[in-house]
Nanobody, 122 residues
Framework: VQLQASGGGLVQAGDSLRLSCTASRRTFSNNGMAWFRQAPGKEREFGAG????????VYADSMKGRFTISRDNAKNTVYLQMNNLKLEDTAVYYC????????????????WGQGTQVTVSS
């Protein structure tokens, strides 16, 4: 396993969670990183991306304003801070490493984590 996602769980609407994605066996400090999610019965969708140095981020409209992606290259870890969670945020969240220095919805992703479940209840 090269990308390990963690931090998911069962929370109530309005709560916060922070997901982590830690790389092992190799560094991704030169790669753009992203979070995707897949809700039940839906296709996996891009959520947020961050450039190799953290200087550039991009968000899907569904995550904009409530979620923040960040990274700590010294720890080989990418984070997704999720605030004010809503029922529709329920999904399996995946981290992925881009083959390039940037990470956006149109980027090519070669490495994927195993996913972490986030369930939001009312």
């Amino acid at each position: 396993v090269q990308l390990q996602a963690s931090g998911g769980g069962l929370v109530q609407a309005g709560d916060s969670l922070r997901l982590s994605c830690t790389a092992s066996r190799r560094t991704f400090s030169n790669n753009g990183m992203a979070w995707f999610r897949q809700a039940p019965g839906k296709e996996r969708e891009f959520g947020a991306g961050i450039s190799w140095n953290g200087a550039s981020t991009v968000y899907a409209d569904s995550m904009k304003g409530r979620f923040t992606i960040s990274r700590d290259n010294a720890k080989n870890t990418v984070y997704l801070q999720m605030n004010n969670l809503k029922l529709e945020d329920t999904a399996v969240y995946y981290c992925a490493a881009s083959v390039a220095a940037l990470a956006g919805p149109g980027s090519v992703y070669r490495y994927w984590g195993q996913g972490t479940q986030v369930t939001v209840s009312s």
